[in-house]
């Protein structure tokens, strides 16, 4: 069994991100980089999916992450092949301007991961639920739609499902509204969209920091042009407004108001 995890490097949440004097971009000239946190959930679901195929007697199955951009993306790949991916694809494309990542959409996108994806035909393919950067949230589905597969969203967990319908079948665990699951059954080739927090994210062991030197990067070139349809107009950094507010009342109804806010408002239950 073959999974392909596509990944994107990202900048780091707490970095200090500047817009350009133009204002329709960030200045990326001094911005630490790392791997998109929906993306290393993807990827830790097809490792305990690997994991879990050896278990079953299912055979040994093999994770390949692929990520698209200029040179620095190699050290997310390398972080991902050091946490036990077995070899990494590198879709090349140039830093800044024409062809960049920068300059295309997220169909545009989809086609470079498609096209690597092709080459490898793997049985499933996962990506993060979005990025931390855009948060589009449309790449991986996209990609299903250019590759002619099944797909699923907002994933947390993978199971094998046995055979069935001419071929072997998963079942995953979607996450809904308030709480709610749900669990699909679906045939193989698919793809998934991984959603953050289904399984604790491992750290890269020593061993393998000095194995992931030895593993397989191969670069392709970007085989889809780039053909963006939108236009970005003005980036704005987010207006930071402080507000008070006293809640008054009993202290059973100050504390149903203030989990309320924590919950709707806030966002942090």
């Not at 470079?112 to 393919?125: D, R, W, Y």
Request: hydrophobic share 45%; with cysteine; glycine share 10%.
């Amino acid at each position: 069994m073959k999974i392909v995890v596509a990944v994107k490097q990202v900048p780091e949440r707490e970095a200090a991100l500047r817009v350009t004097p133009d204002g329709r971009g960030i200045d990326e000239s001094d911005v630490e980089w790392t791997m998109n946190e929906p993306d290393a959930y993807a990827l830790e679901e097809a490792l305990q999916l690997k994991q879990r195929a050896a278990d079953a007697g299912l055979g040994e199955a093999e994770v390949v992450v692929l990520c698209a951009g200029p040179e620095r993306v190699q050290s997310t790949l390398r972080e991902a092949l050091a946490k036990g991916a077995d070899r990494a694809l590198h879709v090349v494309t140039p830093e800044s301007g024409e062809g960049s990542l920068a300059e295309r959409g997220s169909l545009d996108v989809a086609r470079l991961l498609a096209e690597a994806v092709k080459g490898e035909q793997p049985e499933l393919v996962l990506t993060g639920l979005q990025s931390d950067d855009l948060g589009a949230g449309q790449t991986g589905v996209v990609m299903a739609e250019l590759l002619g597969v099944p797909h699923a969203t907002l994933v947390l967990q993978v199971e094998f499902a046995g055979q069935g319908g001419g071929g072997r079948r998963i079942k995953v665990r979607r996450e809904l509204e308030d709480g709610w699951t749900q669990f699909v059954e679906m045939p193989l080739p698919a793809l998934l969209t991984i959603q953050s927090g289904g399984n604790r994210l491992r750290y890269a062991t020593l061993m393998g920091i000095k194995r992931a030197r030895q593993k397989e990067m191969r670069e392709l070139s970007a085989a889809a042009p780039a053909q963006r349809v939108d236009e970005v107009v003005r980036v704005s950094p987010p207006l930071r407004v402080k507000q008070t507010e006293m809640l008054t009342g009993a202290a059973e109804e100050i504390a149903a108001k203030l989990v309320e806010r924590l919950r709707f408002e806030v966002k942090v239950l």
